[in-house]
């Protein structure tokens, strides 16, 4: 059975940083392209950022790059986000997707989330 397990998220003042974890399970990690996702209250799932199988290509949402950074750790099946300078609007729950490509929105699986509050 595929599970993903989030972790990491919390309550953060703006301009502060977190580290959001996912732990998987289930199948050959790192065989699969991953993402993150985010849902903030009373709005869609907004796409945020996509890993390659090997970590060495990623893609930011423009509302992110340049202060999020994706990566994982095959050996331990764990994606990762850094999020860094964190705004009020960062605020939600943030999810790590098993993706079909880095290029696709197709997944197959979905955690179960962990909620950012990015709040003063």
């Known amino acids: 059975e595929v599970q993903l397990v989030e972790s990491g998220g919390g309550l953060v003042q703006p301009g502060g940083s977190l580290r959001l974890s996912c732990a998987a399970s289930?199948?050959?990690?790192?065989?699969?392209?991953m993402s993150w996702v985010r849902q903030a209250p009373g709005k869609g799932l907004e796409w945020v950022s996509s890993?390659?199988?090997?970590?060495?290509?990623?893609r930011y949402a423009g509302s992110v790059k340049g202060r999020f950074t994706i990566s994982r750790d095959n050996a331990k099946n764990t994606l990762y986000l850094q999020m860094n300078s964190l705004r009020p609007e960062d605020t939600g729950v943030y999810y790590c997707?098993?993706?079909?490509?880095?290029?696709?929105?197709?997944?197959?699986?979905r955690g179960q989330g962990t909620l950012v509050t990015v709040s003063s």
């Open positions: 997707e098993k993706r079909l490509s880095i290029y696709s929105n197709a997944f197959d699986a």
């Open positions: 890993v390659n199988r090997g970590g060495g290509s990623t």
């Open positions: 289930g199948f050959p990690f790192s065989s699969s392209p």
